[in-house]
Structures are given as structure tokens and as C-alpha cells.
């Protein structure tokens, strides 16, 4: 069975800063996709950002990155020139390729924005 | 598309009450999951049904804990009899038949109090 952690329960950073939120996962399989999510206050589930397993290229979304080391099972995110607005938790997310599998979050990380 | 639709959006109930939470997915996605959020646990995947059926219902927590889908647009999660330790924000999901797509829908969840 497929795993994710996320070590890091609360974080907080400076509005403008840059802060990395980290994960990592447990899998035998090779090909899945790694994936991140917000969830605001108002509880509504955001897709940030996804990352394909057989793509070495790191995935970005604006000022959205993700580290994607295959090899280690990690998978973090780093968000540049951090807004008030990405206050939320944030949910990294497994999901095996192909056939209709189920995906897998960690605990979150809440992510406090300080003015 | 109105996306995945949850009822209710809280429910406040006492011990050994039966309570039924509803969800309607999106139009067209044939893969459907049930999700439990806590604090310490995360999103925990309780159920996930492909084209109405059951595949995996190994997050279960208990028989007190009963889902149905009756049919493509409709799915249930009943909790019978409920007790305190139930109380979490529940989450309905869809995901399209799409394969190129694995983007997860959620709805708005419901809030649950079991006093």
C-alpha cells in the first residue's frame, strides 16, 4: 500500500518570502502522479499543482514549483513571493497510473501568510 | 457543470443517531470517493466506488459505517449508530472517465458534530 507524509503540521512565513512545504511517499510502483493541494478556509479542495513520475522536468504553476526526487520518494512544494491569500492547508496527494485507483493524502501542512 | 454536491453542509446530532450524508457527483464521472478529515488523521479515504460499485472499502472504520451508490448520480454515507468520535468534515469526490485526467472534484463537505 502507497503512503504519504508530510512532517511538517504547521508553517509559517513572511508575506513576499518563500517557504517549501515537504513530503515524501512509499511506493513500489514506478509510474503514478504526485500531486498538491489547498484547502482555504473555506474548506474547498484546490489542485495546485500534479507531477507525472516518468517526467524528470519539475512541475511549475506560476509561483507554484514542486521538487520532485524520484529516487528519494520526495516531492515538495515551494511557493515564491508568498501572498496573504496562500493561507490555507496544504494536502500532498498519490495516485497510481492506470485503471481507476484510488489516491492517497497525507496529513497536511497549515500555512500561516504573516503580513 | 454545478460540480460535486454535498447535503448537508453541517449536521449536528446526538450519540446513537443514524446520520446520512449525500452526494452527487459530477455528470459524467464514473469514479466516486468518500473522505474523512480530522485533525490528526488528515483526509483518510473511507470508500471509493468505479461505475456504482464498491472497489476498496478498507477505510471503513467500522459496520457502524455503511456507503451506497445506487446509481451514477447519487451516493450515500451512513453512519449508524454515530458516537463523538465521528465528528470530522466529511468529503465527497468525483473523478472524471477521462484517463488523461486525474484531477480529483470535491465538494464543499459536511460538517459533523455528533454530541
Known amino acids: ?115 | 457543470d454545478a460540480g460535486v454536491i454535498q447535503s448537508p453542509r453541517h449536521e449536528v446530532t446526538e450519540m446513537g443517531q443514524e446520520v446520512t450524508l449525500r452526494c452527487k457527483p459530477i455528470s459524467g464521472h464514473n469514479s466516486l470517493f468518500w473522505y474523512r478529515q480530522t485533525m490528526m488523521r488528515g483526509l483518510e479515504l473511507l470508500i471509493y466506488f468505479n461505475n456504482n460499485v464498491p472497489i476498496d472499502d478498507s477505510g471503513m472504520p467500522e459496520d457502524r459505517f455503511s456507503a451506497k451508490m445506487p446509481n451514477a448520480s447519487f451516493s450515500t454515507l451512513k453512519i449508524q449508530p454515530s458516537e463523538p468520535r465521528d465528528s470530522a468534515v466529511y468529503f465527497c469526490a468525483s473523478r472524471p472517465r477521462d484517463a488523461t485526467n486525474e484531477k480529483l472534484f470535491f465538494g464543499s463537505g459536511t460538517q459533523l458534530s455528533v454530541l
Open chain 1, 1 to 115: 500500500a502507497q503512503t504519504v507524509t508530510q512532517s511538517q503540521p504547521e508553517m509559517s512565513v513572511q508575506e513576499a518570502e518563500t517557504v517549501t512545504l515537504s513530503c515524501t511517499y512509499d511506493t513500489s510502483e514506478n509510474n503514478y502522479y504526485l500531486f498538491w493541494y489547498k484547502q482555504p478556509p473555506s474548506r474547498q479542495m484546490i489542485l495546485v499543482i500534479r507531477q507525472e513520475a516518468y517526467k524528470q522536468q519539475n512541475a511549475t504553476e506560476n509561483r507554484f514549483s514542486v521538487n520532485f526526487q524520484k529516487a528519494a520518494k520526495s516531492f515538495s512544494l515551494k511557493i515564491s513571493d508568498s501572498q496573504l491569500g496562500d493561507t490555507a492547508m496544504y494536502f500532498c496527494a498519490f495516485l497510481l497510473w492506470g485503471g481507476y485507483q484510488k489516491v492517497t493524502f497525507g496529513t497536511g501542512t497549515k500555512l500561516q501568510v504573516i503580513p
